[in-house]
């Protein structure tokens, strides 16, 4: 079945159940999006990042990410991981802030680094207790700072959690995002600045989250760039360019091509769909992304 077929049954699907959930409130259209598990090839682990589907309740979504192949929803902390538990998911990546740090304020100054250093010291070992691995991390914004300042910062503050995420397993992950649309100023904007940050810290512990949207945007070449520095990445995440909507035929990435050669390099983490749906059915949109993935 071809994607608009499918894309168009599966909103038929919808609509159906959305008219029986009407007189059944304890059945949603989100549960019944599908009669049973997707089939997936097992050559990858999906996990799926929440934000993009804050409108539907977590347990829901929990139930429809179950019925689709996902072993993971991800973005989510302590307080959400329990729920994850009770369908059988995990959090891929894990994610704690307080105190306003994140995106734009983060490891590359380094009168952030104490709250910073007590932040991770927090929420390492709560990751590692709810039997998860990963936690993401940020470079933070320039504000004018020159790169290589900014690496040697970042590195100087990490290097102090590095212990300890070592001593409870857990990998700090720090994403790579555009700073030409969705984030202005953001430092850590380019793979090699990444890898270099990497090579600096030295521990198998500090990794990259590879957001293939982003690195588009920034640098293109996404394969290549995959090929060559996949040691330095333990997630991915999806989105379709322009615009971080559906990953099909309407966007300039292959996105096939592009999970086969993260499989060819022996890859054995998570990736994560990150789009935004623009169709009427965000589920069904979720399950094409999951598919077209599924290689």
């Known amino acids: 079945m071809n994607t608009h077929n499918r894309r168009y049954a599966l909103k038929k699907i919808a609509g159906s159940t959305a008219l029986f959930a009407a007189t059944n409130p304890l059945i949603t259209s989100s549960n019944l999006t599908l009669k049973e598990p997707l089939k997936l090839k097992g050559n990858i682990k999906h996990s799926v990042c929440k934000w993009c589907y804050d409108k539907i309740p977590l347990e829901e979504f929990c139930v429809a990410a179950k019925q689709m192949g996902l072993q993971s929803v991800e973005l989510l902390g302590p307080e959400e991981w329990p729920v994850l538990k009770k369908h059988g998911l995990t959090c891929a990546l894990a994610a704690y802030w307080k105190n306003g740090f994140g995106i734009t304020k983060c490891w590359n100054r380094k009168e952030h680094h104490d709250q910073l250093v007590a932040l991770y010291e927090e929420s390492i070992p709560l990751v590692a207790k709810a039997g998860l691995d990963q936690i993401i991390t940020f470079s933070g914004n320039r504000e004018g700072m020159d790169d290589e300042t900014g690496m040697k910062n970042c590195a100087t503050g990490l290097k102090r959690i590095m212990s300890l995420a070592e001593k409870h397993k857990v990998k700090v992950v720090m994403e790579l995002l555009n ?96 789009f935004v749906p623009k169709s009427g059915d965000p589920l069904a949109s979720l399950q094409e992304g999951v598919e077209t993935c599924d290689v």
């Open 179 to 274: 700073s030409k649309v969705n984030h202005p100023d953001y430092m850590c904007d380019h793979t090699t600045w990444g890898v270099e940050l990497c090579k600096m810290i030295d521990s198998e512990n500090f990794t990259l989250l590879y957001d293939i949207y982003h690195m588009q945007i920034m640098e293109g070449d996404v394969i290549a760039t995959i090929r060559e520095y996949h040691p330095y990445i333990s997630h991915y995440h999806t989105g379709g360019v322009p615009g971080r909507a559906e990953i099909d035929e309407t966007q300039e990435l292959y996105y096939p091509a592009i999970v086969r050669a993260i499989v060819d390099t022996g890859f054995q983490g998570f990736i994560a769909q990150e």
